[in-house]
């Protein structure tokens, strides 16, 4: 393998893509070998999350969410890699423009009853925030950020599913990192105490036949946010040390063991 460049940051998604193996971390953010070129799914998503960005920039009408979303789902199959096209049943593909065009006008209205009353303070922040101890710093992109009227700062990460997360989803520790990890740096970035700041995930089911919206809150405490960032550290460690040994108990799960890349 050839000499590793160093490592100017790191997100979430290659965070977990650590703790699962740290030899697979190289595998796609070092050799650029198996990243992941998106599929259906992933299209659904897509076009969900830019449905709800456009309409609460006010660039697309509320009224309008079912359409916009056929509309953007179509561009985001066509952009797909040509042989994802191919392995796709149009049956599959028709069924979720459906569903679609069911759950996009409720995303936002779920929003606002479960809210009320707030300012939209931003939509798909970058963050690109410096590490403590390290010359590496955090990526990330948090979906909304809202400000209700009694001063606290909402952060809500949209999640496209198919028909929601059980209790252990919810509470698992690697997924409500994300949103301890955001919280910490929007903190930072913009000089707002911790304990002002509330994060939520924002389920949108794709095949529920009712509450097809659902949010709910995920508390990071100090102690959370210590244990987040000290995982980070140590991912830091190893990346920046160039060592990278395979965690054989996730081999099961790779869609790279056995391979060329990974015997």
């Known amino acids: 393998m050839q000499q590793i460049t160093q490592i100017s940051h790191v997100s979430f998604s290659g965070l977990k893509i650590w703790n699962e193996c740290p030899f697979k971390y190289r595998l796609n953010y070092v050799d650029k070998i198996g990243k992941f070129a998106g599929n259906v799914f992933t299209a659904f998503g897509t076009a969900m999350h830019e449905v709800c960005e456009k309409t609460l920039k006010n660039e697309w009408k509320e009224g309008d969410a079912a359409l916009n979303f056929q509309k953007s789902f179509i561009h985001e199959i066509e952009v797909l890699p040509a042989q994802i096209k191919e392995d796709t049943q149009q ?12 759950l996009a006008p409720e995303a936002i209205p779920g929003l606002k009853s479960f809210f009320k009353e707030f300012e939209v303070v931003s939509l798909e922040e970058n963050l690109m925030e410096p590490i403590e101890g390290v010359s590496n710093k955090f990526k990330g992109f948090v979906d909304l950020l809202l400000r209700t009227p009694d001063g606290k700062y909402h952060i809500v990460d949209w999640k496209t599913c198919s028909w929601g997360w059980d209790m252990r989803r919810k509470s698992d520790k690697m997924t ?4 301890t990890l955001y919280k910490h740096f929007i903190a930072k970035k913009h000089n707002i105490p911790p304990e002002m700041i509330e994060t939520y995930f924002a ?6 036949k009712k509450n097809r919206v659902e949010i709910f809150r995920v508390t990071s ?6 244990n987040a960032l000290q995982l980070l550290d140590r991912a830091l460690f190893s990346i920046n040390k160039e060592f ?3 965690n054989r108990l996730s081999c099961s799960k790779c869609e790279l063991h056995r391979t060329q890349f990974c015997p």
Request: without cysteine; positive net charge.
């Open 221 to 226: 405490g100090k102690r959370k946010t210590e």
């Open 91 to 102: 049956e599959l593909v028709d069924a979720m423009m459906d569903q679609g065009a069911l």
């Open 203 to 208: 389920l949108l089911k794709r095949t529920a």
């Open 244 to 246: 990278f040994p395979k």
């Open 176 to 179: 409500t990192y994300q949103l």
